[in-house]
């Protein structure tokens, strides 16, 4: 059974940065393209960013471009998102996620989720 578990996630001031990571076990980590979406209280999950199984390919929400950073470790199993300039509007609930091989940003193509990490971004 394929197990997603993120951590890093706190409280930061607006303009700060934070690093969540997601450890995967329990399947071939470097078969799988990686997201990250994230949502808040009666809005539906949006799409974060991702990467491709073999990090070829990496794609970004308009509003993270330039901001934050997908990033993966295959020999540690684990996906990196690294968010800079945060601004209060980024507060949410980050959650990674998992899909076989081919690269998407579409959440509903994803299989395996994470139970997710709170992200609160004080002005």
């Known amino acids: 059974q394929v197990q997603l578990v993120e951590s890093g996630g706190g409280l930061v001031q607006a303009g700060g940065s934070l690093r969540l990571a997601c450890a995967v076990s329990?399947?071939?980590?470097?078969?799988?393209?990686m997201g990250w979406f994230r949502q808040t209280p009666g809005k539906e999950r949006e799409f974060v960013a991702a990467?491709?199984?073999?990090?070829?390919?990496?794609g970004y929400a308009d509003p993270e471009k330039g901001r934050f950073t997908i990033s993966r470790d295959n020999a540690k199993n684990t996906v990196y998102l690294r968010m800079n300039s945060l601004k209060p509007e980024d507060t949410a609930v980050y959650y990674c996620?998992?899909?076989?091989?081919?690269?998407?940003?579409?959440?509903?193509?994803?299989?395996?989720w994470g139970q997710g990490t709170q992200v609160t971004v004080s002005s």
């Open positions: 990467i491709s199984w073999g990090g070829g390919r990496i």
């Open positions: 329990g399947g071939t980590f470097s078969s799988y393209t």
């Open positions: 996620a998992a899909r076989w091989r081919f690269y998407s940003d579409s959440r509903g193509d994803y299989t395996y």
